[in-house]
């Protein structure tokens, strides 16, 4: 037995050596066709918006000098500081710099995309399917009007929170960082601390909570209530004190717009000459909410209480942007697709297993009555 063993030892090494091989060599197929899959994607997009990049550039520069397109801009600070540091370490000018920096907010995704749902799903293959379907939607909803840097940086931190919505709700390590990032990103990080608030205060009112489990909760609505706060402060703030004048002189001081660039749009997204004169655009906002009310329809009905914070975050996210957006500018949808993509890949399989495994134990059941 002892020299069986002995003889048996090398082929074992062997074969864990092939097998620790293949594994690599399959992570670098995964990493090859994400990478053709950036390609093709950025390359799609830049043909897409290739008419307003050189406003955007303009817009993203001024950020950093109180001079965006709108105030609205202003406290978008994280995309321009990046482009910044980026011209200053490498000395090139500011519009490729501004391109590389795009293009990697746009390919980064794609492998955070199957990172997470490899993660999720424990599926290589299933994973790289969703890597590539979020791609595709990407490209999908954009039209011609613009796609700013700050657009791109959202695809990476909305996939992390919809990551967080799905599959760790309460996890403060994860959405804490998260909403700073996204602060200095965009004011959607408002929706981070939204959710700090309603995945508490759901689980207090409706679910079964200890009493040590309560007071965490308390506190984790205290943080959400803070964060929502502070970030409105800080939005309010940085719009007033940085914003100079636009860099085109027609918008000069944003005077159209509120005292902090706050658009009020749902009388225009609403009217007939906006659905008459961009039909196509506006036909795939439709699509979008009808997605979201579908899902929220579902989830609902697969999980009773537990999916209210989702519904209510996702339909005060909808609710936004009839109200303060432009819906016929689709790039305002594309903070939904890692929602969508979470639900569809994760939570709808879930429920579609629960709903095969109930069949079969119907039939089941049904037989042993006939038998």
Not at 128 to 138: E, G, H, P, Q
């Amino acid at each position: 037995m002892s020299f069986a063993s002995e003889g048996s030892q090398p082929a074992l090494n062997s074969e864990i050596r092939q097998s620790a091989q293949l594994a690599r060599q399959n992570r670098l197929i995964v990493v090859f066709l994400l990478l053709v899959l950036s390609f093709f994607e950025i390359h799609i997009l830049q043909l897409i918006q290739v008419t307003g990049f050189d406003r955007e550039v303009l817009g993203a520069k001024g950020v950093l000098r109180g001079t965006p397109e709108l105030r609205a801009f202003q406290n978008r600070v994280l995309g321009p500081l990046l482009v910044a540091c980026l011209v200053k370490l490498t000395g090139q000018p500011y519009p490729p710099a501004y391109a590389s920096v795009l293009s990697f907010c746009i390919a980064f995704p794609n492998f955070l995309c199957y990172f997470l749902a490899a993660r999720v799903t424990r599926e290589p293959r299933k994973a790289l399917i969703v890597a590539a379907v979020f791609a595709v939607a990407v490209v999908f909803v954009q039209d011609q009007s613009w796609f700013f840097l700050w657009d791109a940086i959202d695809f990476s931190t909305m996939l992390l929170f919809a990551y967080a919505v799905f599959h760790a709700k309460n996890d403060l390590r994860l959405l804490i960082p998260l909403f700073f990032v996204e602060l200095l990103n965009r004011e959607s990080a408002d929706y981070i601390a939204v959710w700090l608030i309603l995945s508490a205060a759901a689980t207090l009112i409706f679910g079964d909570a200890e009493r040590s489990n309560r007071t965490t909760l308390k506190f984790q609505a205290g943080i959400g209530a803070f964060l929502l706060a502070l970030g409105i402060w800080w939005t309010h703030t940085i719009r007033h004190l940085l914003f100079k004048h636009s860099f085109d002189p027609k918008v000069g001081l944003d005077l159209k717009h509120s005292a902090d660039g706050q658009w009020i749009m749902i009388g225009s997204n609403f009217s007939v000459k906006t659905f008459s004169s961009d039909m196509t655009e506006y036909t795939i906002a439709v699509i979008c909410t009808m997605a979201v009310a579908f899902m929220i329809y579902r989830l609902i009905v697969s999980q009773g209480w537990k999916s209210y914070p989702i519904a209510c975050l996702i339909g005060l996210m909808t609710a936004s942007v009839w109200v303060f957006a432009r819906v016929i500018e689709t790039r305002v949808w594309l903070d939904f697709l890692p929602f969508g993509i979470f639900y569809a890949f994760t939570a709808e399989t879930r429920l579609q297993q629960t709903l095969s495994e109930a069949d079969q134990d119907f039939s089941a059941s049904t037989e042993r009555l006939a038998a």
